[in-house]
């Protein structure tokens, strides 16, 4: 059978553990497409800013959280699960941005020595 068709359409309609495990794991893979998004757009940030200075932004990161935390207040997303997982998720970013950021100059000042 698809699995699409014999999926549960809302946490309610799982009847097993098999059912609650099997929808998690889908929505982990789902968010691993995203964030693996999201990283090729923090790896686009370190190739287009121009000092190393602004990688770090303040006044971004209160944004973010402050969006996350919106949405995830219409949505039902417990903001104890949303701001520490996004928190994490923007301070790992950061870091993967200072590693790209930093990578980029290494390799321009290496192909002009």
């Known amino acids: 059978m698809d699995q699409v068709l014999s999926r549960p359409s809302e946490p309610a309609d799982c009847t097993s553990m098999a059912d609650v495990r099997r929808e998690i794991d889908r929505l982990d893979r ?13 790896e686009r940030a370190a190739e287009i800013k121009q000092h190393r200075g602004t990688v770090r932004d303040e006044a971004r990161i209160a944004d973010v959280i402050f969006k996350v935390l919106a949405e995830a207040q219409k949505l039902g997303l417990s903001a ?11 301070e790992n970013s950061i870091a993967h941005e200072f590693k790209m950021f930093d990578a980029k100059r290494a390799n ?5 020595g």
């Open 80 to 90: 104890q699960i949303a701001e520490p997982v996004w928190r994490a998720l923007v």
């Open 30 to 42: 789902a968010l691993v497409r995203l964030i693996a998004e999201r990283q090729g757009y923090i």
């Open 108 to 112: 321009s000042s290496n192909s002009r």
